[in-house]
C-alpha cells in the first residue's frame, strides 16, 4: 500500500512542478553594419530530438513581419537578416519558441535581447543657426549669461554624443579678443575677467562669436557644426533702492507693489531674500510685493536683497538691498506692570513718602507721541482742597506718593491709575493700573487704664496673703497684637512691697494681690500708683496720664469681740414691779476697756430698757398680762463705742441723682480721702425712694403685653365655647334615653 503512494506521488509531482525557463540571451549587433548578411548572432540550444516541429521568431511589434532575425534549422544559430539602425530602434525584445502545426510549444521560450550598439554617424546641431543675446554692463566675469544648446542624435552617455563647445571667433577683436569664454562641456557663455574690465572701456556695443560644437568629446576626431552669436551690450540698469516706508497695519489690498527693480540682460530670474523673513515677494518682471499687514511693534525694520541670477542660480552681480521701515501708528495702548503683592506703607508715615512707582511700557515706537504715557489717579478721587489728599501722583513719572490726609492702620487701598498715550491727548489710547496698599500699625498708641481712678478698698488687716485686691483692665488702641502686649508696675506707693501684681502675658487685665500681712497701726490706707507700658518700643509721644491708675487700700482695724462679765444675767422680779425700775446692770469683763454701748434685740413685749453707756437694764412699763413664774428672755448686744461720723444733707433741696462725696479721715498725722455714694431720690407717700429703672431683661413691652392678654382672653372664650356645647349636648342625650335606663344613684 504504501509503495503504491510513493509511486502515485512520483508521477504527479513532475506534472504539478511548471516546466524550467531558460536564462535571457544578451546579444549585441554593430550599427550599421557593412558585412555580409545573414549575420549569425549566437546558437540556441533547441532540443536535437524535437525535429518535427517548426521555430518560431516573436518579440516587437514588426520584428516577425519584416524578417530582420530568423533562426537557422540546421545549425540552431540566431542571425539577423540586414543592416540596423540604431536611431530607428536601438533595442529588440525577442522569444524563440519550438512549436508544433498545431500551435503547442515543444520548447521554449526562449527569451534573447538584441542590442544594437551605436556608431558615430550623427552629426551634432545646434538648436539655432543665429543666437541674439544681450549682455549688460556690470556683468560679473565667469558668470554664464548665455546657454548654448545642442544636440546628438547618437546614444546618449556615449562618447559619440560627448559634445564641446569653442569660441572660433571674435568679432571686432577690441578692445581684447578673449572678452569672452565658453564653457566647453556646458556651453555656458561668459565673460572673461579680461573681457569685464574692457567692456567698461569699449566704445562698441555689439559683438559677433562663431562657435562650433564637435562630437566624440576631447578626441580630435569627429563631427562639428557651427553657430553664431550676435551679442548686444547694455546699460546697467541694476541701481540701488531707495529705502522703503510703509506704514503697519495699512489697510490696502494685497499683494501691494512697493518697489521695482529691473536687469537689463538676457534670461533673468529674480530671487528675493528677506532679514529678518517677512511677508515680501518679488516676481518675474522684477516689482517687489508686500504680501500682508505688517506690525512695527513685531518687527521695526526689513533689509531685502534682491538678486538677477541665470538658469544656474549664478548672481549676474551684486545683490540689491532694500531697506524697508515700518513707521508706527499708535494701535497700543499702554501695557500696566502685573499686580503684585500689596504695598505696605506704616500709618503716621509724613507726607512725601514714596509709595510706588507705575511704568507702563507701550509697545509703539520710541519717543513718539504714540509711546508717550501720562498718568492720572482715578481712586481714590483726588480731593481738594491738597489737605484732604490721601494720595499725590506725578503724571508724567508715575510716581505715588502720600498726601497730607492721615491714614488708618487697618486700611486697605486699592490705587487705581489711568496711564494714556498720546500725552494724555484726545484719541489715544488707556489702561488702568492697580496697586493694592496696606496700611500698617505701628506702635503709636500707648495702654491706658479704663479708670485712672479707682474706688478705695478695704481690707481688714488680718487679710491673708494672696488676698484679691482688685483687678484693673487696660486698652491698647493698636492692631498688631504685638504691640499689644503690656507690662504693668507699681510705680508708688508700695516700698514696702506689700502688695503685687499678676496678668497673663497676652492679656489687657492686671489682678493687685496682697503680698505681705497689713498692719493698720504702721500704715491705715495705702495710696497705690500702678503704670501700664507696652512691652515694644513706643513710637511717637509717650504715655498720657492714662497710663497710670491709682488704688486706695484702707485697711481696717480688726478689734476683738467685746466681752462681758458673765455669759447670761437673770433677775427675778414681782409682776407689779412698777416702770423704771433697775434690774441689773451689764458690765464689760475688762473694766479698762475702751466704753461700750449698749442695746436690746429681741424686747418683743418692750417691757425693759438699757442704758447705752452704762449699761442698766430698768423696766419700760408694767409687766402687763406676765404670769408668776413666765421666763422673758432677751438679747443684748454690745459694741465698741468708737469713733463715728454721720453725713448728713446741708441743703433743702438735692437734685435727685448720684453723688460723689470726698471725706477725709486723719488718724495719727495720717490724712486719707475715701469717696462716699450717695444716692438721692424722691421719696413716695411711706417713705420709700423712688428710683427710675428702665425696662427690666425678661419683662414684656406693653406691647407684648397687650398681646398676651388678648391672647388669653381668646383661649378662655374658645375653652367655655367647648364646655357649654358638651353640656347642650350630654342633656339632649339624656332627654332622649327612657327612664328606666338612668343609674339608680343619680336617680336618688
Known amino acids: 500500500m504504501v509503495a503504491a503512494w510513493l509511486w502515485l506521488l512520483c508521477f504527479l509531482v513532475p506534472q504539478a512542478l511548471p516546466r524550467a525557463q531558460p536564462a535571457e540571451l544578451y546579444v549585441e549587433v554593430p550599427e550599421n553594419y557593412g558585412g555580409n548578411f545573414p549575420l549569425y548572432l549566437t546558437k540556441l540550444l533547441l532540443p536535437r530530438e524535437e525535429t518535427e516541429g517548426q521555430i518560431v521568431v516573436s518579440g516587437d511589434a514588426g520584428v516577425a513581419g519584416e524578417g530582420l532575425f530568423a533562426v537557422d534549422p540546421e545549425s540552431g544559430f540566431l542571425l539577423v537578416t540586414r543592416a540596423l539602425d540604431r536611431e530607428e530602434q536601438a533595442e529588440y525584445q525577442l522569444q524563440v519558441t519550438l512549436e508544433t502545426e498545431d500551435r503547442r510549444v515543444l520548447w521554449g521560450p526562449q527569451p534573447v535581447r538584441v542590442r544594437v550598439k551605436d556608431e558615430n554617424d550623427q552629426v551634432p546641431h545646434f538648436s539655432q543657426a543665429t543666437y541674439k543675446v544681450h549682455l549688460s554692463r556690470g556683468t560679473r566675469p565667469g558668470v554664464p549669461f548665455f546657454f548654448l544648446e545642442a544636440s546628438d542624435g547618437d546614444e546618449p552617455g556615449t562618447t559619440n554624443s560627448d559634445l564641446r563647445f569653442h569660441i572660433l571667433n571674435q568679432a571686432p577683436a577690441q578692445p581684447a579678443s578673449d572678452m569672452f569664454q565658453l ?74 507693489h512697493i518697489a521695482q527693480v529691473h536687469w537689463n540682460g538676457g534670461d533673468v530670474h529674480y530671487h528675493l531674500e528677506s532679514q529678518p523673513q517677512g511677508p515680501f515677494d518679488v516676481d518675474t518682471e522684477g516689482k517687489l510685493y508686500v504680501t500682508q499687514e505688517l506690525d512695527r511693534e513685531a518687527q521695526a525694520e526689513y533689509l531685502l536683497q534682491v538678486r538677477a541670477q541665470n538658469t544656474h542660480s549664478e548672481d549676474y552681480a551684486e545683490p540689491l538691498e532694500l531697506q524697508v521701515v515700518v513707521t508706527d501708528e499708535n494701535d497700543n495702548a499702554p501695557i500696566c506692570p502685573p499686580r503684585g503683592p500689596s504695598v505696605s506703607i506704616p500709618e503716621l508715615s509724613p507726607p512725601g513718602t514714596k509709595v510706588a512707582k507705575i511704568l507702563a511700557e507701550d509697545a509703539d515706537a520710541p519717543s513718539s507721541p504714540n509711546s508717550h504715557v501720562v498718568y492720572q489717579l482715578l481712586s481714590p478721587e483726588p480731593e481738594e482742597p491738597a489737605e484732604l489728599r490721601a494720595f499725590e501722583l506725578d503724571s508724567t513719572s508715575g510716581s505715588v506718593t502720600l498726601g497730607a490726609a492721615q491714614l488708618q492702620a487697618g486700611q486697605n487701598i486699592l490705587l487705581q491709575v489711568l496711564a494714556m498715550d498720546l500725552g494724555g491727548t484726545d484719541g489715544g489710547l488707556s489702561s488702568t493700573c492697580e496697586i493694592p496698599v496696606t496700611i500698617t500699625d505701628i506702635n503709636d498708641h500707648a495702654p491706658e487704664f479704663t479708670t485712672s481712678q479707682i474706688e478705695p478698698v478695704s481690707l481688714p488687716e488680718d487679710a491673708e496673703p494672696g488676698t484679691l485686691v482688685t483687678t484693673l483692665t487696660a486698652t491698647d488702641a493698636d492692631l498688631e497684637p504685638a504691640f499689644r502686649l503690656m507690662d504693668f508696675a507699681i510705680e508708688a506707693g ?73 455669759e447670761s444675767y437673770e433677775a427675778s422680779v414681782p409682776i407689779s414691779t412698777p ?143 367647648l364646655i357649654f356645647t358638651h353640656l347642650t349636648l350630654a342633656r339632649k342625650k339624656d332627654l332622649d334615653q327612657p327612664v328606666d335606663s338612668v343609674p339608680l344613684k343619680v336617680a336618688v
Open 579 to 721: 416702770a423704771g425700775s433697775l434690774l441689773l446692770t451689764v458690765q464689760p469683763s475688762d473694766p479698762l476697756s475702751s466704753p461700750l454701748r449698749f442695746s436690746l434685740v429681741n424686747d418683743s413685749e418692750g417691757w425693759l430698757c438699757i442704758k447705752e453707756i452704762s449699761g442698766e437694764v430698768h423696766t419700760a412699763r408694767p409687766l402687763q398680762g406676765a404670769q408668776p413664774g413666765d421666763m422673758y428672755t432677751v438679747l443684748i448686744e454690745a459694741q465698741d463705742a468708737g469713733s463715728h461720723a454721720y453725713l448728713t444733707l446741708g441743703l433743702h433741696w438735692v437734685e435727685p441723682r448720684e453723688h460723689v462725696v470726698p471725706i477725709a479721715v486723719s488718724h495719727n498725722d495720717q490724712i486719707w480721702q475715701i469717696q462716699v455714694r450717695v444716692i438721692v431720690c424722691r421719696c413716695n407717700v411711706e417713705g420709700q425712694c423712688m428710683r427710675k429703672v428702665g425696662r427690666m431683661k425678661g419683662m414684656p413691652t406693653k406691647l407684648s403685653a397687650v398681646g398676651i392678654l388678648v391672647g388669653t382672653l381668646i383661649a378662655i372664650g374658645i375653652f367655655l365655647i
Open 183 to 256: 564653457e566647453p562641456r556646458l556651453g555656458a557663455l561668459a565673460l572673461s575677467p579680461e573681457g569685464s574690465t574692457s567692456l567698461e572701456k569699449a566704445l562698441e556695443g555689439y559683438y559677433q562669436l562663431l562657435v562650433q560644437v564637435k562630437d566624440m568629446g576631447d578626441q580630435a576626431s569627429g563631427h562639428q557644426a557651427t553657430a553664431t552669436i550676435d551679442v548686444s551690450i547694455v546699460e546697467n540698469t541694476w541701481v540701488p533702492l531707495d529705502p522703503v516706508h510703509l506704514a503697519e497695519n495699512l489697510q490696502v489690498p494685497y499683494p501691494h
Open 494 to 566: 508700695d516700698e514696702e512691697g506689700t502688695f503685687s501684681l499678676d496678668w497673663e502675658p497676652d492679656s489687657a487685665h492686671v489682678q493687685l494681690r496682697l503680698l505681705k500681712n497689713l498692719s493698720y497701726e504702721a500704715a491705715p490706707s495705702h495710696q497705690l500708683v500702678v503704670v501700664v507700658r507696652n512691652v515694644e518700643e513706643l513710637v511717637g509721644p509717650g504715655p498720657g496720664p492714662g497710663a497710670t491708675a491709682t488704688v486706695t487700700v484702707l485697711v481696717e482695724r480688726v478689734v476683738p469681740p467685746p466681752q462681758l462679765d458673765r
